[in-house]
Nanobody, 123 residues
Framework: QVQLVESGGGLVQAGGSLRLSCAAS????????MGWFRQAPGKEREFVAAISWNSNSTTYADSVKGRFTISRDNAKNTVYLQMNSLKPEDTAVYYC????????????????WGQGTQVTVSS
């Protein structure tokens, strides 16, 4: 059974940083692309960042480009999201996802999801 478990969320002031982690198990991690999405209250889930199976390709939403960095460690079955210069509008539940489409930006391009971790940025 595939499991994705996010960690690293929390409360941070605007301008601060957080690093999210997502530990995967249940299938060969290095065979799959990984992505991060987020969902704020009352809003649809939106794409944040994606990374190919071998880290050769990364994709970012325009809203986070230059501030967030996605990376992965296939030896540790973990994907990361380094978030710098955080803004109040980054407040959301952040989800990691696993799928077969490199650079996927749509939720339906991923077949497994974590339970989410809350990120709250205060002004």
């Amino acid at each position: 059974q595939v499991q994705l478990v996010e960690s690293g969320g929390g409360l941070v002031q605007a301008g601060g940083s957080l690093r999210l982690s997502c530990a995967a198990s249940g299938r060969t991690f290095s065979d799959y692309a990984m992505g991060w999405f987020r969902q704020a209250p009352g809003k649809e889930r939106e794409f944040v960042a994606a990374i190919s199976w071998n880290s050769n390709s990364t994709t970012y939403a325009d809203s986070v480009k230059g501030r967030f960095t996605i990376s992965r460690d296939n030896a540790k079955n973990t994907v990361y999201l380094q978030m710098n210069s955080l803004k109040p509008e980054d407040t959301a539940v952040y989800y990691c996802a696993s799928g077969i489409v490199n650079g996927g930006v749509r939720p339906w391009e991923y077949d497994y999801w974590g339970q989410g971790t809350q990120v709250t940025v205060s002004s």
